[in-house]
């Protein structure tokens, strides 16, 4: 990372303040406010990287200003970068990205919205996360919020864009649905079928989950990573338990690695398993959608039996897991991952054989490459559009980086690619647990745990079945939580919904949606 500095320093001279190591894999560097935009782009074309999230923070206590952090992965050298500037309360203003990056568009608005600081030229400054009825001037993530009771609500107006012209009309979708997801609206401009413009808006039941770990114990920190996002409670957990363990500079025993890379196996198999599913069953081939909703409950059962719990929750612990795996446990789980492999090569060999299924996904709801890559995309929905991204064998995390797996990349970008990537990840995912529970080593299940390093920061992340989950948690002077930013897999994918349905006719938008499988809870966190 020290030529990249080098580099830096040249370029842009005295904006660059300060040059520090944090934690593991983590470097910072502090810069002026008015060289982000051109410290990022040298960033992302010089350098290579690639932008992650952005994060804000209030430290006026410490400093006397807003500080933002922008985090960028470094793949080549597996590290990774985290930028930061400081906002003056009384001049409030930062340069927007969005227009040279749009996959900054939301995470800016996001900061408009919760800390009060102005993107600058960003070219949708409307509300994301606060809606239209949420008083001015109220900003939940500053220190001084005194999270009332209840919050008085204001009139106000939400200004959809709108498409003009003859034979066109709107349908709003949502934001309450039939059964029982949760609420998102869903705006579509058409002509007759043909959907020429999807407008979503969302944020209906925000937890305020980061706000809530302000100051809380580490264990209660999991405790509220785990119900970010129910189906894939462990992924969470194992990015907020990361970012914890580096903070105390806690060493997780090699066995504890390979378990956790099991039971996160484990959560990815039933997640794909009703993934697809969902497909076979938006396309009404009802057979195959029951055959691998029977072989997800298997896998919750299998889940419970070794964990005591069907999501896996309270199996990962700061430093280490809670659960063992005996050998006994080991070859009666080896014998029952073979069964319900036996059983998903039969019914994925009928899926493939269905005209009416393959006519629905072929082509259907495309996202091309420069898409997915200049809106951010990740998981299965970027590498079904060509992008070989995966966090487990690009930033090695538990024990993968002592497992061979494949990275299943299709480039079509449909609906037919999506279901492929995931259906491949299945079997890779047998063969992860496979290799780990013969190559497992024996010892403790947890190491020493230690107190967190006061005013730090670190980075934790996990490849959750839907794609990139990162936790970024920084500490007070005290050693206590100050802030805790999570990035969901959703939050990065919502968006490029918008652009996959362009081209395709209502009827099919369900489908398409499926296909991406996004959380509406993982996006309120």
């Not at 933002?68 to 009384?90: C, G, M, N, P």
């Not at 014998?335 to 994925?348: A, P, Y």
């Amino acid at each position: 990372m020290k030529p990249v500095f080098q580099r830096l320093k040249e370029k842009f001279g005295n904006a660059i303040l300060e040059v520090s190591e944090g934690s593991a894999k983590e470097w910072h560097v502090l810069a002026a406010r008015d060289s982000i935009l051109r410290i990022a782009e040298c960033l992302i074309e010089v350098f290579g990287m690639r932008f992650l999230f952005l994060s804000g923070s209030d430290t006026r206590k410490e400093n006397k200003s807003f500080t933002l952090h922008y985090v960028f992965s470094y793949a080549h050298q597996d590290q990774f970068l985290v930028v930061q500037t400081r906002i003056e309360e009384k001049n409030p203003h930062f340069p927007s990205l969005a227009h040279f990056l749009p996959q900054a568009n939301w995470h800016e608005r996001e900061i408009q919205d919760l800390l009060g600081l102005v993107a600058a030229g960003h070219p949708d400054p409307r509300r994301l996360v606060l809606h239209e009825d949420w008083p001015q001037g109220l900003f939940p993530l500053r220190k001084d919020f005194g999270s009332p009771k209840k919050i008085p609500r204001t009139a106000g107006h939400y200004a959809f864009e709108r498409v003009e012209g003859e034979g066109i009309f709107e349908i709003p979708v949502g934001p309450v649905h039939a059964g029982t997801i949760e609420p998102g609206h869903f705006r579509f401009s058409a002509a007759g079928e043909s959907i020429l413009k999807l407008e979503i808006r969302h944020f209906y039941t925000h937890k305020g989950t980061e706000k809530s770990g302000e100051g809380k114990a580490p264990e209660h920190l999991l405790c509220l990573a785990e119900r970010i996002s129910g189906d894939n409670s462990l992924a969470h957990a194992v990015a907020c338990v990361q970012a914890l363990e580096n903070l105390g500079q806690i060493e997780v025993p090699p066995r504890a690695q390979f378990l956790r890379v099991v039971f996160l196996e484990m959560e990815r198999l039933h997640n794909h398993m009703s993934d697809i599913a969902g497909i076979a069953l938006d396309v009404a081939f009802g057979f195959g959608a029951s055959q691998l909703m029977r072989v997800k409950e298997t896998l919750l059962r299998l889940n419970e039996q070794l964990t005591g719990t069907r999501l896996l929750r309270s199996v990962v612990i700061l430093g280490g897991v809670r659960q063992d795996i005996s050998e006994a446990r080991r070859e009666w789980l080896i014998k029952e991952i073979k069964k319900i492999k036996d059983d998903f090569d039969k019914t994925i060999q009928i899926l493939w054989q269905v005209d009416s299924l393959m006519d629905r996904i072929e082509t259907t709801g495309t996202i091309r490459k420069e898409v997915a890559e200049v809106l951010g995309g990740v998981g299965p929905v970027a590498r079904a559009s060509g992008i070989d991204r995966d966090l487990r064998r690009d930033h090695p995390y538990a024990a993968y980086k002592d497992l061979f797996f494949r990275v299943p990349v299709f480039t079509e970008g449909d609906v037919e690619s999506r279901m492929k990537v995931r259906v491949q990840e299945v079997y890779e995912s047998f063969k992860l647990i496979y290799d780990a529970l013969h190559a497992m080593p024996q010892g403790p299940l947890c190491g020493a745990v230690k107190p967190l390093a006061s005013s730090q920061s670190a980075l934790g992340y996990a490849e959750a079945s839907r794609g990139e989950c990162f936790h970024w948690i920084s500490t007070d002077g005290r050693g206590k939580i100050s802030r805790w930013k999570i990035q969901s897999p959703s939050f990065s994918n919502w968006p490029l919904i918008e652009y996959a349905v362009l081209e395709n006719i209502v009827p099919d938008f369900p489908l398409i949606n499926k296909s991406m499988n996004l959380s509406y809870s993982g996006n309120d966190r």
